[in-house]
């Protein structure tokens, strides 16, 4: 279950990360965000040089920076802004900063139990499950506009979806494993 939910979320973060790097008005900051996110992946899953608690804190920078960003822009309002950027630059920074939160907490427990196996998602508490699933609503909720509005807002879509579909393969093998118990 493990394994398949660790290539399930590698498809999404590379799913996102290209959606970020596609062609076309390219952001700084989603570039920088994509490629922590697929960088804390890669090496959570398989080197694991990092701690989790250190990608925590770089997801949760890129988060707040990409949310601070949408505050400014919901201030200032820019033409361009077109099929609810505001709304896709929430989840983006919500789906970083709940990554950050989940790797946190594998973090954690890998340094408390060191003979056992961690995963992804394997430390969720209670209280996280209703952040965790509202970050998951709100990603398919914007990637389901991005589809109704057609090609303008398909790069949006395509990071919340693979972003989605990430932040569920991390919180599964957690869900299952507190539906067993």
């Not at 920076?65 to 630059?89: E, F, N």
């Not at 427990?109 to 394997?122: E, R």
């Amino acid at each position: 279950m493990v394994e398949i939910a660790h290539g399930v979320m590698l498809l999404g973060t590379l799913a996102g990360t290209a959606a970020a790097l596609a062609p076309g008005r390219v952001r700084a900051l989603d570039v920088v965000a994509a490629l922590v996110m697929a960088a804390a992946m890669l090496d959570t899953v398989f080197t694991r040089l990092l701690p989790g608690l250190a990608w925590s804190a770089l997801l949760v920078a890129a988060g707040l920076a990409i949310g601070i960003r949408a505050r400014r822009g919901i201030r200032r309002p820019d033409p361009s802004t077109r099929c609810g950027r505001p709304l896709a630059d929430l989840h983006h920074a919500l789906a970083l900063i709940a990554t950050g939160w989940l790797l946190a907490g594998v973090g954690a427990a890998a340094a408390t139990s060191a003979t056992s196996t961690v995963h992804h998602g394997g430390t969720v508490l209670p209280f996280q499950w209703p952040a965790v699933i509202a970050v998951i609503a709100l990603g398919a909720c914007v990637a389901t506009r991005a589809v109704r509005s057609g090609r303008v807002a398909l790069r949006h879509g395509a990071m919340a979806a693979g972003m989605t579909v990430m932040l569920a393969a991390m919180a599964a093998p957690a869900a299952v494993a507190a539906l067993g118990s």
